[in-house]
């Protein structure tokens, strides 16, 4: 049997790494297309190329392997001649002859190289009109980076003018040349030599030190072109920068003594930084390889992709980037022939990796008749998730966005380049500038986040009061049932006259315009009637609920100054006493559209709850707003349900269809507590409407719900999970709403249908990019309701990018007054509208943490501060830890809403006790009890030595273990059931 035998050189490093990549791709590839002006002899084009395949022996080797290699050798061929193929394009209408030209160039860069025969430099030639024609250079990555580029066009041009002049050599005239297999065999001894020791040392240290430095994470949604294919493409965004703001850049690298490259780059971090989040992250930049200058001229994969870490701090400036960007820059570039790059480091997992490269092409050059032009430069050696690559060309600069479409997509890419230019042209207006301050979402993507996603504006009766347009209603539909409880029910009609019956009574006590007027009722037709009653007589409703502790009910009273209360007693003894005359007349009130309808307190996190101040307007614009967003497109359901208790404001969306003629049907308190009894409550009435949380929602999920629940479910008051919104898909016969707003901004500010239809998915869809599922997704909220503006904000109050997260603010109609008696809280919860000429317009901050969607979509994702909620009640945590320093013997404590069971969020308190046995845990429950709503009382108690710190000293909430793995000192309140579990429950 014959021996085979292969002589030849390995591979450098860099080809090492990049033969493994590319074979899985056509991506890897080094072109440029030339311009050419003027009259070309081709056949001396063809002759200069020829030379300089002779002069450098990287254009005529081969790669060849023997079974069994895993990696070829380079081997040197004779190389042939070069034949130039040609296109011709000079008789084809203008408009398609570009088209064309850009489909052969990218034919041409990918089509396959034949390694085995070393014939790897491939030229073309498109002629676009007599004396125009494309250059198009092709060559594998393996062989050529973009200074090997740079050096052929610089050198076939002189070859060529030799050729045309006399037919002589014109490398005569050249000096030798370091051949490509000598840089290898040099940077291989070179990496494994004694005296490149220090310098492999400087890289790993570099190495260790990075480590765990993710590459930066983008959110840009995906062309669904999800999992990974073996193939590698590359899509590219292309912008092109005038001369005005290059000269912006020069002079701010000139002033720091800097460079463009350096520039360019502290601005691609920043904008990292700024869509990415991350504070610190890597960025590969490509260094050229060519320190020396023998290499100058020489051909081959010499570019090196280098991690550089970028860090970030709040205040930090595009001055200060520049400093350290070109302290690392230095460095790198100093001990660059040291690094070798791993054979498949940074290619998996991990981020993405985020890659950088500079290059600089002179003008137009001349020679002879010809001038020639740089029309394209593409190099393509290393495997990136995302590069920027920016190509200054005399006085203007290119900037190219490569991505990998696999993980992003093409409009995504696009905003980036966008606001790539936006942060640079402030970046270099004001270079001391904090990077953080400047504006990121600038031209079409600004317009789309302050104008056309909250391009809200509706008529709405703004004028009117809610109890108005119910007497409206009763008009309309006297004998209708309004309200339908277990026991009872009640017409439009026989409702209004109990209402102006309360109304003539509340009047003639002083109730009028901005009098509260507390309302302690059960659920029942009464607690309808008195609501309205108390609207009748001008005034606010207060609600408050008879389970609540006599302690916080006092002091809800007191800070609202309600000196009415209507209890059952008072009640009783109003309509059920003397048979009282009806009362048809509605009561003739001076009240409008700007007073107080309702005042709703919530948990305040400095430990006493705040009352909440809603304006009629704002609930008429809900009703409005709704009414668009759901029910115009349901055929006009007649039968909704009161589930939320009174004391919670989604009970007011509920209320407010009795402006619309609809039955409320008051679901009983045994039904709310009971999937089964719920579910049967609702089919047994005909109820169309439910309205639930999605702590409530998943117990009913859990049961057999199929087919059994309304035919539309609106779901809010916190976050919906993957796994819930998953059921919610599942359950057939439903539409499911997620609704989302605070209290602050009357019940709903967004509305977004849930799953099955289309786009309007109620989380990820499967068809976004990869990187959407790594931020946690609490549900898509939808878009704003009628007159209500969402914005996504960072803490400079400036718009921050689709897909970037960011605090959400509302504005518009649904703006509350503002916290009872709170004047500076409400100064700083609402602020001024940054976005908005309307003299006092006014946004909430609502302290969640949102995004906005390529779709125009919000998305939900937490919150920023320690306002949680625990089975649909809103708490502030610190209200609970406030109340607990009330008691003696607890010196320190934290509590926080721990979720160990998925599904099942609980409170849980962790206290620091002045000594062992200075407190029972069931005091300090019975404590809680006194001062707060039931749902506030943590389900479990843990004493701990000392709370566990953070390195900077503040409590590690992180470190605080599960009540059931500590030894001592916990005391849980035994594991609830189901049932109990909702018993103490929901909203
Ligand atoms: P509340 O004032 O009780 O309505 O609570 C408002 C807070 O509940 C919001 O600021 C959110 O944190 C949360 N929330 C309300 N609705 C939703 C929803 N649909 N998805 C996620 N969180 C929600
Ligand atoms: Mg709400």
Known sequence: MKQE??????????????????????????????????????????????????RHEILRTAFRQLPGMELPLQVITDGGPVRLRHLDLSGCPAADRQRRAEEYVREERERPFDYERGQVLRAGLVRLAAADHLLVVSLPALCADVRTLQNLTREVWRQYEAVTAGGEDAAAGLSEVVQYVQYSEWQHELLASEEGAEGRQYWREQETWQEGLAAPRLALEGDGRVGESAEYELGEVRRELGAEVLGQVERVAERQ?????????????????????????????????????????????????????????????????????????????????????????GLGGGGDVVGYEYASWDGDQHHGQLSVACAELYSCTERQKLKLSCLRQGAGLRLQFYYDPQTYGRAGVERLAEEYVTLLAGAVAEPEQAVGRLAVVGGHE????????????REYPRDKCIHQLFEEQVERTPEAVAVLSEDEQATYRELNERANQLAHHLRSVGVGPEVVVGVCLDRSVEMVAAVLGVL???????????????????????????RVVLTQEALTGLWGGSGGAVAAEN???????????????????????????????????????????????????????????????????????????????????????????????????????LDTTPSQLRQV???????????????????????????????????????????????????GAVGGRGTEGGTESSTEGSTESRAESGGVIGRPIANVQVYVLDAHQQLVPVGVSGE???????????????????????????????????????????????????????????QVKVRGYRIELGEIEAALSGHAGVEQSVVVAREDVPGQKRLVAYLV?????????????????????????????????????????????????PPEQVESGADIVAPRTPAEELLANLY
Request: net charge neutral.
């Open 536 to 562: 009748k007589a001008g005034g606010a409703y207060l609600p408050l609920d008879p389970e609540y502790p006599a302690e916080r009910l006092r002091f809800m009273l007191e800070d609202a100054g309600a």
């Open 446 to 457: 600004r317009q789309q986040l302050l104008v056309e996603w909250n391009e809200t504006g």
């Open 5 to 54: 035998e292969l002589e030849g050189y390995r591979l450098s490093p860099q080809q090492q790494r990049l033969w493994r990549l590319r074979q899985h791709s056509r991506a890897f590839r080094s072109q440029c297309v030339l311009m050419v002006r003027g009259p070309l002899r081709t056949e001396a084009l063809e002759a200069a190329l020829g030379r300089l395949v002779q």
């Open 587 to 689: 009561p003739a009130v001076e009240v409008s559209g700007g007073n107080l309808a309702y005042v709703i307190y919530t948990s305040g996190s400095t430990g006493k709850p705040k009352g909440v101040m809603v304006e009629h307007r704002s609930g008429v614009n809900l009703w409005a707003a709704l009414k668009r967003a759901i029910y115009e497109g349901l055929g006009e359901p007649g039968r909704v349900s009161l589930n939320a208790p009174l004391s919670f404001d989604a009970s007011v969306k509920q209320l407010l269809q009795l402006l619309s003629g609809r039955c409320v049907c008051l679901i009983p308190e045994g039904a709310r507590r009971e999937p089964e009894a719920l579910l049967r409550h609702l089919s047994e009435h005909s109820v169309e409407v």
């Open 257 to 345: 003594q800097s460079s463009a490259e350096a520039v360019l780059l502290a601005c691609w971090q920043s904008l990292l930084w700024r869509v990415g989040g991350a504070e610190e992250f890597a960025v590969r930049v490509a260094f050229d390889g060519r320190k020396y200058e023998d290499l100058y001229e020489s051909f081959g994969l010499f570019t090196k992709h280098i991690s550089t870490r970028s860090s970030f701090l709040k205040d930090t400036s595009l001055d200060d980037l520049l400093r350290r960007v070109d302290e690392s820059f230095g460095s790198a570039y100093e001990w660059q022939e040291y690094y070798a790059p791993g054979p498949t480091d």
């Open 808 to 866: 959400i603010y509302i504005g518009g109609g649904g703006l509350a007054r503002g916290y009872l008696n709170r004047p500076e809280l409400t100064a700083e919860r609402f602020v001024p509208h940054p976005y908005s000429r309307d003299e006092g317009a006014r946004l909430y901050r609502t302290g969640d943490v949102g995004r906005y969607k390529a779709s125009g979509e919000i998305e939900y994702l937490g919150r920023v501060d320690g």
């Open 913 to 961: 006790t002045e000594s062992s046995d200075a407190v029972n845990i069931g005091d300090v429950r019975q404590f809680l009890r006194e001062k707060l709503p039931d749902y506030m009382v943590p389900s479990a108690f843990v004493i701990l030595p000392a709370l566990p710190l953070t390195r900077r000293g503040k409590v590690d909430r992180a470190a605080l273990p």
């Open 701 to 751: 999920l859990a049961a057999d719900a199929r087919g059994r629940l309304p035919g539309v479910v609106l779901v809010g008051g916190e976050a919906i999970d993957e796994a819930l919104a998953a059921r919610m898909r599942e359950c057939g016969g439903s539409r499911f709403y997620n609704v989302y707003g605070p209290t602050e901004c009357t019940v709903d500010a967004t509305v």
